[in-house]
């Protein structure tokens, strides 16, 4: 038996921060996963119904509320026309249209599951998130948000996710290895971008998602490649790189052995439509 009490609809931050502070309370958006999970003794529900939903544009950022669905982004037009169209793209691989109608960016970002899709693009956009605790809002890494420090939906409330505009010129690649497109599971989500002029890489992110619930990203291995001429052998240096440190993750999973082999192949076509 749950314990719930009250729900609330706070109709903005200010509101449903303050009723965040009572005993025993979690806010939540569309509730698709935090319903069926929800802690005993929880008494207060704080709902992201009614707060104010937008995705908009200011003159270095798309910003996204932490409220909008999978389908307001998938059918956003700064999200299909922005970035070659990567978060509209990466939202409709998000299950069914009824998943996509429920399920907001904010709730698939608070809690990180392996399949989770907009923890992989945060990474790919080392996104900045708005979030109000306590003490006022804060504009926190998406790292951070991982880190311990911070409970969202108990402490904090996620208000905006950044996605900067300077990434907009560059090349992008989303895909979503999968047996059913409409089911929730992933073997290997990857969302790559890179800047490559004159041959030369001027920036790069690979990120790739469902090995674990924290995408994983090796800064120290992009960092390796900056300035480096692409050409074949370094295409193949970094399709290996990364399909070693994906076996390593499991070396003896069937599953992991295909995904690192999966890695391998899309790595190849990415960088190789780059020379041709
Ligand atoms: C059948 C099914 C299939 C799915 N398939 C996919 C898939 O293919 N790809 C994918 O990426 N996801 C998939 N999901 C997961 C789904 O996208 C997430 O459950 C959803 O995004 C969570 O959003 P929500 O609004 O329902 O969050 P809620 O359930 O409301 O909240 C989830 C958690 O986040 C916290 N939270 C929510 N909003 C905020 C906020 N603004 N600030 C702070 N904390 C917050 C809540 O307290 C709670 O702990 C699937 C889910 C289901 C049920």
């Not at 004159?198 to 992110?205: G, H, L, M, P």
Request: hydrophobic content about 40%; overall charge positive; proline content about 3%.
């Amino acid at each position: 038996m749950n314990s719930i009490k009250n729900v609330y609809f706070p109709k903005s931050l200010k509101e449903a921060v303050a009723l965040l502070k009572k005993k025993n309370s979690v806010f939540m958006d569309s509730g698709l996963y935090s319903f069926k999970n929800i802690n005993n003794g929880i008494e207060n529900i704080i709902s992201a119904k009614y707060m104010p939903k937008y995705i908009k544009k200011d003159s270095k950022n798309l910003i996204i509320s932490s409220n909008s669905t999978f389908d307001d982004m998938e059918n956003n037009k700064f999200c299909q026309s922005l970035f070659d169209g990567i978060i509209s793209k990466a939202a409709y691989n998000c299950s069914s249209q009824l998943i996509r109608n429920m399920a907001t960016i904010g709730g698939n970002i608070a809690h990180p599951n392996a399949f989770n899709i907009m923890p992989v693009i945060a990474a790919l956009f080392d996104s900045k998130i708005e979030i109000y605790n306590f003490k006022g809002k804060a504009i926190i890494g998406w790292k951070d948000l991982y880190s311990g420090k911070y409970k969202p939906g108990k402490d904090c409330i996620i208000s905006n996710i950044i996605f900067p505009l300077n990434y907009n010129k560059q090349n992008f690649y989303f895909e979503k290895i999968a047996k059913l497109k409409s089911s929730w599971e992933s073997y290997l989500t990857v969302a790559f971008r890179c800047d490559i002029k004159d041959k030369k890489i001027r920036d790069i992110r690979l990120v790739f998602g469902a090995i674990r619930a924290i995408p994983y990203v090796n800064y120290e291995f992009e960092k390796s490649i900056i300035g480096q001429e692409i050409d074949e052998k370094l295409i193949e240096n970094i399709a290996k790189e990364y399909k070693n440190n994906i076996l390593s993750f499991a070396p003896n999973s069937k599953i992991n052995i295909y995904r690192a082999q999966v890695a391998e192949n899309l790595i190849f076509s990415y960088f190789n439509s780059k020379i041709s």
